[in-house]
């Protein structure tokens, strides 16, 4: 009896021991549970909020999933936390990879495809664009990475200079797909190589110029409210020249005006200089020259096409004063070129400056799109120039040039590109197209809203040429029209003949940008310059 008590007592021990373990395991177990749960939580919000700024990033793009994916792709993590700065070189980086991978295409289909002459041509002028393309988004990653505190975005021109490298990304991409629209087994081609599937790299270059426009508000916003609570003056410009952008200094200022120049070497087809071509002259032009390098081209008629690739900086053409220095070719689409490619001069090597120069392409009007000067040089400069031809006379394909003193002519779209272009004191004649054909001065290509580019004529003549003049009842004239969706167009301060219609300005096609260009004029004169006939557009 007293050994069944004893058990007993001993086995309520045991239960009570049991009991009080297991309740210390749901204990501990709870602990842990509520110590993960709240762990989970932190990190489930930590990563809300990084996802929130990631997509905050990306929503400020025209292409917000394409953003979202190139972020997500990239190998370092930050870009997945939303830092605005790492978002963006995640996306530079997958454009880089996807211009890359077109420009691998587009070599394997010129060694062995065997295209026909046109198709050749235009791929060729797409990797001649993709390498400005990756030149450019070069520096931008690399000026990105050295100024991790953003500490230069408050200087003006370093913005610009960004932001001018990542439009001429899109640029160059519109570029290369306008090279296949010249005829229908172009256009087919056009959809094979550049197909729906195959658009990224644009739509790329679209959100890496979001993206750094969103960079440059968000610095600007962040400095102006330091200053709000700190009572600090912002100074206009970095007091440092590191990093700023090279412009058209005090001494290429008065190279326009100057009649003592001394040049570097001499052009003269008659054998007295140097060199009997221009293109033998800037051949042997030293590379990524920081110094100028002037080029004197004796009077006389140059024929050939010449081109000053972008490891040529700082050229200069100087021609004969009074005596016509005149380059001249015909190159067109006709004959089965490409716009890109008909150019008599086409310039890229940044600094670029001319004087006393003519250039002219003779294909006439029937040839449609004959290119006498293409301009990619950033700050080119043009004085006392001539540039003569029909359709498409002068391509400001990219970047930033200044006209002034300089006398255009031609018929369609004669003035045409997406670069940042200002025309000062220049003659701008329209001249004799052909039967049905309509005048057009301008039309402007940006295609993005985010790009820093327009066309602006200021105290400039607008006027026709002497065999338009006899004929000017049979046509009609007008100050451009929209190439591209963002169209960007400025008339100021200039003399308008009767030659431009009342209408002033004329549509694409249908209602194309019409709602969505900027077309603007301010306190001009003449005949031509009233505007209560003007066109009723939204974005007039």
Sequence with gaps: MTQAVQYISMSKKNKRLVLAIFASFLIVATIIAIAIGVNSHKNSTKNDAAHALLMASCNSTRYPDLCYSA???FPDDSAKSGDTEAVILSNINATID???SKKIEADKILSTKNPKDPQKTALKD???NYDSSLADLDKVWGELKRNPNKNKLQNQS???ELTTQVTSCKTNEDSCVDGFSHSSYLRIFRNVFLGPSKENAGMMCSNALALIKKLI???DAAIANTLKTTSRKVKEEDDSDEGRPE???VTDRRVFQSSLLTPDVVVAADGSGKYRTVSAAVAAAPKHSAKRYIIKIKAGVYRENVEVPSE????????DGRKKTIITSSRNVVDGGTTYHSATVAVVGQGFLARD?????TAGASKYQAVALRVESDFAAFYKCGILAYQNTLYVHSNRQFFTNCYIAGTVDFIFGNSAAVFQDCDIHARRPNPGQTITITAQGRSDPNQNTGIVIQKSRIGATRDLQHARSNFSAYLGRPWKEYSRTVIMQSSISDVISPAGWREWKGRFALDTLHFAEYENSGAGAGTSGRVPWKGY
Excluded at 357 to 361: A, E
């Design 312 to 319: 040529k900086t700082n050229i200069m053409f100087l021609g």
């Design 158 to 160: 370093y913005a610009a």
């Design 98 to 100: 996807a211009i890359n």
């Design 71 to 73: 972020a997500t792709s």
């Design 357 to 361: 120069i003519t250039f002219q392409n």
């Design 247 to 249: 412009r058209l200094s």
């Design 217 to 219: 508000e968000d610095t």
């Design 126 to 128: 797409c990797r001649q």
